[in-house]
């Protein structure tokens, strides 16, 4: 990555622009996820602070979705399996 990724914080999202791919990601501050998540590119986001941290638990992701540079699925990198 040789762009920034911006983070805009709100009392309800926070939102992450990667600028080299114009990319953006929501992440929504709720309690809980949505009942019928559709999958796709991103999943669904859901996160809260503990302390200074942002946690994010996301569910729906497709196939198309890699978590690292290396082309990892996201169930093999899922630690809950």
């Not at 990555?1 to 309800?12: E, L």
């Not at 990319?23 to 503990?50: A, C, Q």
């Amino acid at each position: 990555m040789t762009q920034a990724m911006y983070f805009v914080q709100g009392p309800k999202e926070v939102v992450m622009i990667l600028a080299s791919k114009q990319e953006i990601r929501h992440v929504y501050l709720t309690d809980k996820h949505s009942p019928n998540v559709k999958t796709s590119w991103y999943g669904e986001s859901i996160g809260h602070y503990d302390d200074d941290a942002l946690v994010v638990d996301t569910i729906g992701l497709d196939d198309r979705t890699l978590v690292d540079g290396f082309g990892t699925p996201p169930h093999q990198a899922d630690s809950r399996d």
